[in-house]
């Protein structure tokens, strides 16, 4: 069997290919190329199975380039009610709807749910968006909880050698109790891992309820004084800090 040349081993299916950029998943994918929605070099392709090269084709979903000029690095202050996806079925808003002025394709690195606010990157550089959300990389993640009960610091203490979920323990966390109403704990917890619904889900374990939940920080890049629902762009020092190269000289 020949080899596939070099040209041709660049090339990748139109459903893979959106899927790679952050588009959504290779089904909604197929979904939308049917719908006409992706055009390359200027031709609308109706075929998820069409062939395109990334790097040398121009490809563009809803008018809009995958393939950027230059990377971005978003900071976006979510707010809550608002899901962390492209186009939602049910009519709901997505923090797309937030980012209508910025004309490249970007994509969340990471998710929060539609219950959480707070701070939430985009970008279109894939390799910096794998290296935030891989388990692997131990990205530090900060948040703001407000927990349904007054908790003890024995259960707090459980916070932070990691409790029992369903799926395996918890990495241990750092957790500071920030203050106490009557019937409520705000505390800030630190955790190095992404499960789905990872906080509330801990809260949980402790026989409590998430009333409600900020992420403020990711790494070392924090939300400051930005207003919900608005955007700002990174700057050089933050991108390097969240940079993979980064973090492999702060391990050595």
């Not at 089904?27 to 790097?55: C, F, H, L, Q």
């Not at 000029?69 to 707010?79: A, D, N, Q, S, V």
């Not at 910096?128 to 009960?149: I, N, Q, R």
Request: hydrophobic share 35%; net charge positive; glycine share 6%.
């Amino acid at each position: 069997m020949a080899r596939p040349s070099t040209a041709q081993a660049l090339k990748k299916t139109l459903d893979r290919i959106l899927s790679r950029a952050g588009v959504g998943s290779r089904t909604e994918a197929r979904k939308w190329v049917a719908e006409g929605r992706v055009a390359v070099n200027g031709k609308t392709i109706r075929s998820a199975d069409a062939w395109a090269d990334p790097a040398r084709d121009r490809i563009t979903f809803d008018g809009k380039p995958l393939q950027a000029k230059r990377k971005i690095y978003l900071l976006l202050y979510k707010p809550a009610g608002y899901l962390t996806t492209y186009k939602d079925p049910q009519g709901r808003p997505t923090v797309y709807d937030l980012l209508k002025d910025v004309d490249e394709w970007i994509f969340p690195a990471g998710r929060l749910d539609q219950d959480t606010s707070g701070l939430l990157l985009m970008t279109n550089d894939t390799q910096f968006g794998d290296f935030v959300t891989s388990p692997e990389s131990h990205v530090p993640k900060t948040y703001l909880v407000k927990a349904s009960t007054v908790l003890t610091e024995d259960q707090l203490q459980q916070l932070r050698e990691g409790v029992e979920l369903a799926d395996s323990p918890t990495r241990p966390a750092q957790v500071t109790r920030v203050r106490d109403s009557a019937k409520c704990t705000f505390f800030e917890i630190t955790i190095t891992e992404g499960r789905n619904r990872q906080v509330r889900r801990m809260v949980e374990a402790l026989g409590a309820k998430t009333l409600k939940l900020v992420r403020t920080r990711i790494g070392l890049v924090g939300i400051g004084d930005l207003q919900i629902g608005k955007w700002r762009e990174l700057s050089a020092a933050e991108v390097k800090a969240l940079s993979p190269r980064q973090r492999i000289l702060r391990q050595v």
